[in-house]
Each structure stands twice: as structure tokens, then as C-alpha cells.
């Protein structure tokens, strides 16, 4: 297979999603809850953003490892097969052997009310063991990056162990490391990640709050936080704070971005935003912008996002259209 236009890995969990819709209310312990609709869609944090990339850079751009497994009920097909669609390279994914106990593919249950409120329940699966060795085995995909001068892209939805490995290997092939901390487990200590190997550092309010201990309510404890996280070493922060923009941080300073105005209504889906951010900041790097610029580029795409309903890919098309 060619990779010559690889410039983008990207390390995570493949996840099938199945949404319960239309509950009155999200029930205690005990009770029971009457929806109105399911859906069964593709899911994962990095599996999200690899889709949103290959949708903004084109085929051969991205390449995701991953681990999963062919269960009887074809749950682990939606994750693997949106992107094939999309055109991401998927030889980095390992299929080990379903196992009834222990070896199902990544499964996400949501159950949603009808004000949009959720509780969500991940079964990992054999995500929780994708390991250094997976890594390994995906070796023609780092070296193939790094003659791109591309990226690694990888949020904390995977093995904190296997994590620190991608970051290594990638400082071993002089690759960027571009990483969202999201979707750590309880416990997790994340801040062990954060230093001088990450180029950019992407998190949420939540976030940045569980890493640095500053409690954000405005954007000047946002700045604060964001600064915090830059001392801990990566060359840039983009600390995304929803409706209220981001906080865009490096050895130049800081600097607010404003949600700009591109939705005809005050209700949206948040769902996704986050990783459209992320891969819309990717993207733009990967073609060479300036990081403001990027930022810039990643507030909107999100933006843009949120008033979409479900999770679709953004295209640069979107971005273009929406800045005229």
C-alpha cells in the first residue's frame, strides 16, 4: 500500500454507539425509563476526530490504530467501516479473537432526555488493551509520517501505559504530537503527559480543570488555566471553552477567541463539537497555517458543528463558506 501522503496517525478507541432517545427524564437507581428511538451509530473520540480529519485533509492523509474485535452481532463494523468510508487507512487496526467474556468490540450506551441531558456507560472492551505491542506493529505508519513531517494525533481514551509509548515513539521519529486529554479514566493521572513532547495540547474547561486545579468561571481563570498548562511544557494550548470561544496559548501570549455567529437558533448538539475543534486545528496545522489561524479554524468548525444534528464531518468547503 502508498503512503506517501500520510501525515496524520491517529491512536484510539473504535466504539459503537447506541443511543436511547426520547426518555421524560434520566431515571434514578431502581426505576425504569421509556424512550422513543435508538440509534446505533459509530463512535470514539479519536475515531471522530480521524473521520473529521480525512474529511478536511482527503484520502490518504490519515491512517488510525486501533484494536477491535469481529463479534457475532456486527457491533464492531460502524466504528471500522465509517472509515473505510471516509478514506482513512486502516491497516493499523488490530482484529484480535472475540471472546464472549472478556473480548467484545468498544460498546457506548447513552440514554438521552428529551432536554438533551445524558448518562453515558462506555464498555471498553479490547480497546483497554491496546498496548505498546499494537504500536509496534503499526511501525510502517509512524515512519511514513515522519517523511511527511506529519502528526500524531491521540486523546487519553487509551491505556495511560500505551499513551506514554505513542508519545516516545513519536519523539523518536521527530513527529508533532498533537493530543486532547479527554476520555481518561478515573484515576488516570493525565498531567504525566503533559510536557515538553506535545506540540498541542487540546482540552476542554472540565478538562483543564482536572489538571491544573483551577477552577474556571471566566475567561480570565480560562487564561489562567491555559498558562498553567503551557508551563507544564507543550508549545501550544487551545483550551476550548463552548459557547464561550477558547483560549489560545503559547510563548507569545494569550489570546481569546470568540464563537462566531453562524447559527440561526440558540439549541444545538453538542456532541462531536469537541473533536471537530481538535481535527479542524490539526487539519490547518497540517497545511502549513499559522497557529492563530488554526485556532481560529477550530473555534469555527466547532461552531459550525454544534448546529448540525447528529455528527457530521465538517469540510474545508464548510470553513470557506462560513467565513464568506
Not at 431502581?30 to 480529519?53: A, C, D, H, N
Not at 479542524?280 to 489561524?293: K, L
Amino acid at each position: 500500500m502508498n503512503f506517501d501522503s500520510l501525515s496524520a496517525l491517529v491512536i484510539g478507541a473504535f466504539n459503537t454507539d447506541i443511543v436511547g432517545f426520547g426518555f421524560p427524564t434520566l431515571v434514578k437507581q431502581g426505576e425504569i425509563g421509556y424512550g422513543t428511538k435508538l440509534k446505533v451509530g459509530p463512535g470514539g473520540k479519536s475515531r471522530y476526530v480521524g473521520q473529521m480529519l480525512a474529511a478536511l485533509l482527503g484520502q490518504g492523509k490519515v491512517a488510525m490504530v486501533g484494536r477491535t474485535t469481529q463479534d457475532p452481532f456486527g457491533l464492531w463494523r460502524p466504528p471500522v467501516d465509517a472509515l473505510i468510508e471516509a478514506g482513512v487507512d486502516c491497516s493499523g487496526i488490530r482484529f484480535v479473537r472475540f471472546d464472549k467474556e472478556t473480548g467484545w468490540p468498544g460498546i457506548t450506551l447513552i440514554a438521552m432526555d428529551e432536554e438533551g441531558k445524558k448518562h453515558t456507560y462506555v464498555v471498553e472492551g479490547v480497546n483497554s488493551e491496546l498496548s505498546p505491542d499494537d504500536l509496534l506493529q503499526s511501525d510502517h505508519l509512524f515512519r511514513a509520517v515522519a517523511r511527511n513531517k506529519g502528526m500524531l494525533i491521540l486523546s487519553m481514551e487509551i491505556p495511560l501505559g500505551t499513551a506514554i509509548f505513542a508519545i516516545q515513539k513519536a519523539h523518536e521519529h521527530n513527529v508533532k504530537v498533537m493530543m486532547d486529554p479527554g476520555g481518561a479514566r478515573a484515576g488516570v493521572d493525565v498531567a504525566s503527559l503533559v510536557n515538553g513532547d506535545i506540540f498541542l495540547l487540546k482540552p476542554n474547561d472540565d478538562e483543564a480543570e482536572k489538571i491544573t486545579g483551577i477552577k474556571i468561571r471566566d475567561n480570565n481563570s480560562a487564561i489562567e488555566a491555559a498558562k498553567k498548562l503551557l508551563s507544564m511544557g507543550p508549545q501550544y494550548v487551545l483550551l476550548t471553552r463552548g459557547k464561550d470561544g477558547a483560549v489560545l496559548a503559547s510563548k507569545d501570549g494569550q489570546k481569546l477567541i470568540e464563537c462566531p455567529k453562524v447559527g440561526h437558533s440558540e439549541t444545538g448538539d453538542a456532541t462531536g463539537c469537541g473533536e471537530q475543534s481538535f481535527a479542524a486545528m490539526c487539519a490547518s496545522i497540517d497545511r502549513g497555517r499559522d497557529i492563530e489561524t488554526a485556532a481560529n479554524a477550530a473555534v469555527l468548525a466547532g461552531t459550525l458543528q454544534y448546529y448540525r444534528e447528529g455528527v457530521m464531518p465538517i469540510t474545508e468547503q464548510d470553513l470557506a463558506a462560513a467565513v464568506k
